[in-house]
């Protein structure tokens, strides 16, 4: 599904998002140098969009970019991606404790299992790692919530099919945010996984959420 738009994907991202998509990654970056990892995997990662805002802040760290999809990769690559892996989130093709750092924007909702994803994270994270999750959310106030919700299931679809001539996919994306935890219960699932401090820290009223976790 998501291979189809690739061509159309990143321009879809940023007008269905009036262009605060970049704000999200930079905000993601900038906590992720705070940690400063040496090496890092960006999971998911699609055209590149968070592992070059990454790269550019920390220009001395290792990104990987690591997606299931060609057609995606090969889009990150063209817009300058050195290093990308083409593997599934579920089965990385990593050692145990290979990085630094993992991150993952806009994929863990839909991996098939979200505590298999995290328990493989885990795997891959060296001792004191971090893993940074940002992922969309449901808004905390109702009125938020209602606007949110017509905008995704009413008005989202349509524009989305305009732009990729890919419906399903939009329709899609309304569902799994309304069924992916969010706030204190993916905190809760993160640590039921073996993540220590977990946290969440919402972003433009709570429509996206990031969430960050250690390894002990």
């Not at 945010?177 to 993160?190: H, N, R, S, Y």
């Not at 996984?193 to 969430?211: C, S």
Request: with cysteine.
């Amino acid at each position: 599904m998501f291979g189809s738009i690739a061509r159309r994907y990143d321009l879809a991202n940023h007008l269905l998002s009036c262009g605060i998509d970049f704000s999200w990654r930079r905000r993601a970056a900038e906590i992720v140098a705070e940690w400063r990892p040496q090496t890092i995997a960006d999971l998911a990662t699609g055209t590149g969009d968070l592992a070059l805002a990454l790269r550019k802040k920390l220009p001395d760290a290792e990104v990987m970019g690591v997606d299931v999809l060609p057609e995606m990769l090969d889009l990150a690559q063209r817009k300058g991606m050195r290093r990308v892996v083409l593997a599934d989130a579920m089965n990385l093709p990593f050692n145990d404790a290979s990085f630094d750092c993992v991150t993952i924007a806009f994929g863990l909702r839909n991996l098939e299992n979200w505590a298999a994803a995290l328990a493989e994270m885990l795997r891959v994270l060296k001792p004191n790692g971090h893993l940074l999750v940002l992922e969309f959310s449901l808004p905390t106030s109702p009125i938020l919530a209602a606007i949110y919700r017509f905008y995704l299931h009413r008005c989202l679809p349509l524009l989305g099919s305009f732009l990729t001539r890919t419906k399903s996919a939009y329709d899609y994306l309304g569902d799994s945010i309304e069924e992916f935890p969010g706030g204190t219960a993916m905190c809760e699932l993160m640590q039921a996984n073996g993540f220590m401090r977990p946290r969440f820290h919402p972003l433009t009223g709570g429509i996206v959420t990031i969430y960050t976790a250690e390894k002990s």
